[in-house]
């Protein structure tokens, strides 16, 4: 079945209150490609989801806003530690709403560097 989708591999995860599990089929690579003899897809295995989890992220921030979890008003730093922020800008000031909207002035990410000048991320 996986096969007649197109996909060479796929990978699942599900997580059930404290316990992530994940499972994989299929190949992590089509044979052959970049010379490789088609290695099998691992539970095991990372990559990067891109842009996808930006939606992904709005999605699961605005649920959590209507549950009263979360308040769209507040900032980063009300619900993470100073430790988890440090040498990003804005956190204390920049609202979630405004982080949803892209309108925060936090920084890429990519650019964000720790207390010995190192990427942080």
């Known amino acids: 079945m996986l096969s007649a989708s197109g996909a060479p591999g796929v990978q699942v995860s599900r997580l059930s209150g404290p316990v992530l599990?994940?499972?994989a089929a299929g190949l992590s690579e089509i044979a052959g490609a970049e010379g490789t003899g088609g290695a099998a897809m691992l539970p095991t295995h990372?990559?990067?989801?891109g842009s996808q989890m930006?939606?992904?992220t709005a999605v699961i921030v605005l649920q959590l806003a209507s549950e009263g979890k979360l308040d769209l008003q507040k900032t980063p730093a009300d619900y993470l530690s100073a430790a988890e922020l440090r040498g990003i800008a804005n956190t204390?000031?920049?609202t979630l709403e405004q982080l949803l909207s892209m309108r925060s002035g936090i920084p890429d990410y990519l650019k964000v560097v720790d207390a010995n000048g190192d990427p942080k991320f």
């Open 46 to 49: 990372s990559f990067n989801a």
């Open 92 to 94: 204390e000031t920049a």
């Open 54 to 56: 930006k939606m992904v």
């Open 21 to 23: 599990s994940t499972a």
